[in-house]
T-cell receptor, first 114, second 114 residues
């Protein structure tokens, strides 16, 4: 276990549904990230939060909405998704402010959009 | 921005033999190079990393080498075992880049043949 947990592990949703992914880190880190992992593609960075402030949004469609209420929790709210959004969504955390770059990943949520 | 190329995409070796995975990067300012291992159904796990002030780092059967002049770095696994079978990702970090500058390669599926 890396100290980063994600729920749910699997999610099937229709295109008109609204759902949320949750991430929690128990490592005392200051930065949290959302990545999308699709087959045969590099990990795609979606959002970065540092001390609860969003510092990066890599041109992600507005149907993905992140929320970071504190430095230990990160959410990804989903609505009106498309089938091409089906992927593994990974959360990661790091001690960004210390100058260290190690990112620790959770197990991911396997999302299927029908 | 940074671009990371990773080869090969699939590597099959006999148990006990060595495996080498290579990555190249484009941004000469990159200074941190982690390697991640991802097993089926799990998130990527950091296995070793190297910073630009050293040329080689070793941890038991795993070693990473860095050639800053040529802008490439490699992962070496010796005496491979069945549990080494997984997908391996390299990454490079540029100072001031997003998400602490981590750009990932597309991954190498390592298969250890018994």
């Amino acid at each position: 276990e890396t100290g980063v947990t994600q729920t749910p592990r699997h999610l099937v949703m229709g295109m008109t549904n609204k759902k949320s992914l949750k991430c929690e880190q128990h490592l005392g880190h200051n930065a949290m990230y959302w990545y999308k992992q699709s087959a045969k593609k590099p990990l795609e960075l979606m959002f970065v939060y540092n001390f609860k402030e969003q510092t990066e949004n890599n041109s992600v469609p507005s149907r993905f909405s992140p929320e970071c209420p504190n430095s230990s929790h990160l959410f990804l709210h989903l609505h009106t998704l498309q089938p091409e959004d089906s992927a593994l969504y990974l959360c990661a955390s790091s001690t960004r402010t210390s100058g260290l770059y190690e990112q620790y990943f959770g197990p991911g949520t396997r999302l299927t959009v029908t | 921005g940074e671009n990371v190329e990773q080869h090969p995409s699939t590597l099959s070796v006999q148990e006990g033999d060595s495996a080498v995975i290579k990555c190249t990067y484009s941004d000469s300012a990159s200074n941190y190079f982690p390697w991640y291992k991802q097993e089926l159904g799990k998130g990527p796990q950091l296995i070793i990393d190297i910073r630009s002030n050293v040329g080689e780092k070793k941890d038991q059967r795993i070693a990473v080498t860095l050639n800053k002049t040529a802008k490439h770095f490699s992962l070496h696994i010796t005496e491979t075992q069945p549990e080494d079978s997984a997908v391996y990702f390299c990454a490079a970090s540029s100072p001031g880049g997003g998400a602490d500058g981590l750009t990932f390669g597309k991954g190498t599926h390592l298969i250890i043949q018994p």
